[in-house]
């Protein structure tokens, strides 16, 4: 006999039969009577958004395939996707001249780099160097605009010579190979198309693998909608805004990325401990390289010791694997060795890299690490910000403030990431824990909280693009958690949390749909404007 419960639980996901037919039909009249009266466009996409919601309903047979099978047709429907979110991020990012190189001498840095390295020097020589040698502070803003000295904004500035504070790494991989090959300066922004590209193709890898090893009845749909909502969380803001700082950190993130999937495969793979160890190298070498363009980013390496911990679990630990181990992570010795000689060339410090003698809009060379009992509130307090600040919303499309600050708290900019915690069901837990998937997501909560902890450490506010540093992180713990939930269900509810996760991931991609024009168009109001006059919201 059914109980009120499996009454209630019941009526709320079936609703295939009665409600979505009645939604849909709504849907469809509202939408054409608000067009046909010319007026209230808004109200005609509110309408229009339903489509996809009954879509992706819980009765829908888009959840009915699962990944457990991968034929051809659905490998093919997924690197199709795949390379569409690629096109999709990439070809904006070519689109606004204040970031696609028609300013030559604007955000080119990296570029500059290479030549300098060609020039056998490690600082820029531009010709004004002592300009600043007049100031009592150079790095005092206010000093620098009150006695009208020139100056080259967001460089470091050390002993009479300007320096790029932001990570050499991509000048080695791509800026400098790409001028000796071609005999041409590469475009800032080409970098960061190139590193988005490898940063998106790396998540749908390693989800692709996450899937295969631990989530095989995940359906389709929701594998791909994850796929691509992460994705683009992960790279909006190096789509609206694409060089310089985000050539720095869409490497650091796509770096880390490709190193999480070699240390998974390393761990969770199959195969012979030799190979695994070879895995292990290669993740090494690209999460000692992810210091090497933003060290916040890098940080991300915390999360190898708890994989490491699952790894020696399963291992009998000997003289012989502690050698092995020792060569999986000779990249982070050898890495480290080369950015601690670069750096003391430059500041004769090897833990410098530049940070604090930014030219910026705050003087930073009094900052340090250690942490006072006031700069640990502070911590505290913008580490709140920075995940539950609440903006206010416009009245005007695109509804939130552009122009770099933090729109919202990370939970309120993708309630998708809220999902994934309130996932966590004791069936997900029992299913993480028998997986050893555990220690690795709680490493992921701990990885997030420090480096949003050093952001807060190291800057005198808060920027939007300081949460890319964690996007990708968060991204991949929800995937998990999200998996972990979907696939402990059963019947009926599990078709229920796939359509949970559906949507969300449509809400994240309207999310960061909205950023990226309030954000680009921030510079170009007169094309937002056109915009917003094209889609019937001006």
């Known amino acids: 006999m059914m109980t009120v419960r499996d009454r209630i639980r019941a009526f709320l996901l079936r609703p295939a039969m009665i409600f979505y037919p009645v939604w849909l039909a709504v849907t469809a009249l509202v939408w054409a009577a608000v067009r046909l009266a010319g007026d209230g466009a808004e109200w005609g996409y509110l309408c229009l958004a339903a489509l996809p919601v009954y879509a992706l309903r819980p009765g829908s047979p888009l959840h009915r395939a699962t990944m457990e099978r991968v034929t051809a047709l659905k490998g093919a429907v997924i690197a199709a996707v795949c390379a569409a979110v690629v096109t999709a991020c990439l070809v904006p990012m070519g689109e606004l001249p204040i970031w696609n190189g028609q300013q030559p001498a604007h955000r080119n840095q990296y570029e500059l780099m290479a030549e300098a390295f060609l020039d056998g020097r490690l600082d820029f020589a531009y010709g004004d160097e002592d300009e600043l040698l007049k100031l009592d502070n150079p790095y005092d803003p206010v ?4 006695k009208g000295v020139k100056f080259h904004w967001d460089h470091a500035y050390y002993n009479g010579r300007y ?11 791509v800026f400098l190979p790409y001028r000796v090959l071609t005999g041409r300066s590469l475009a800032t922004y080409r970098a960061t198309q190139l590193f988005s590209a490898l940063a998106i193709i790396g998540i749908f890898v390693l989800f692709a693998y996450l899937v295969r090893r631990f989530f095989k009845n995940l359906p389709v749909s929701v594998f791909l909608l994850l796929s691509t909502a992460f994705s683009v969380m992960s790279v909006w803001y190096a789509v609206a805004e694409p060089a310089l700082y985000c050539t720095a950190i869409s490497s650091a993130v796509a770096l880390e990325i490709w190193s999480l999937i070699f240390f998974v495969l390393a761990v969770w793979g199959r195969g012979s401990e030799n190979r695994r160890i070879a895995l292990a190298f290669l993740g090494a070498l690209l999460g000692a390289l992810t210091f ?11 999360l190898v010791l708890p994989m490491l911990a699952v790894f020696l679990k399963e291992r009998k630990f000997s003289a012989k694997l502690l050698g092995k181990l020792c060569l999986a992570a000779l990249p982070y010795a050898l890495v480290a060795a080369g950015l601690m000689t670069y750096n003391y060339v430059r500041f004769d410090d090897p833990f410098e890299f530049g940070q604090a003698y930014q030219l910026t809009a705050a003087d930073q060379s009094g900052y340090n690490l250690s942490v006072s009992g006031k700069e640990l509130l502070r911590i505290i307090a913008l580490t709140a910000d920075t995940f539950f600040h609440i903006a206010p919303l416009k009245a005007k499309f695109p509804y939130i403030t552009g122009g770099g600050v933090a729109y919202n708290g990370i939970f309120f900019n993708f309630p998708i990431l809220l999902l994934g915690l309130f996932a966590l069901s004791p069936a997900a837990r029992k299913k993480a824990r028998r997986e050893k998937l555990l220690p690795l997501m709680i490493g992921f909560a701990v990885t997030v909280l420090v480096i949003s902890a050093v952001d807060i450490l190291w800057t005198p506010f808060l920027l939007e693009r300081y949460h890319m540093d964690v996007y990708f992180l968060m991204g991949i713990g929800c995937f998990l958690a999200l998996g972990l939930w979907i696939c402990t269900r059963e019947g009926e509810e599990k078709y229920a949390a796939a359509s949970a996760a559906s949507i969300f991931s449509l809400l994240t991609l309207f999310s960061a749909y909205l950023f990226y024009v ?3 168009y921030y510079y170009y109001p007169e094309k937002l404007a056109a915009l917003a006059l094209a889609l019937g919201l001006g």
């Open 163 to 173: 320096y790029m504070y932001f990570g050499v790494a991509p000048v080695l991989l």
């Open 143 to 146: 000093e620098r605009q009150v």
């Open 518 to 520: 309030s954000f680009a």
């Open 292 to 302: 090497a363009c933003r060290p916040s980013v890098g940080l991300a390496n915390i």
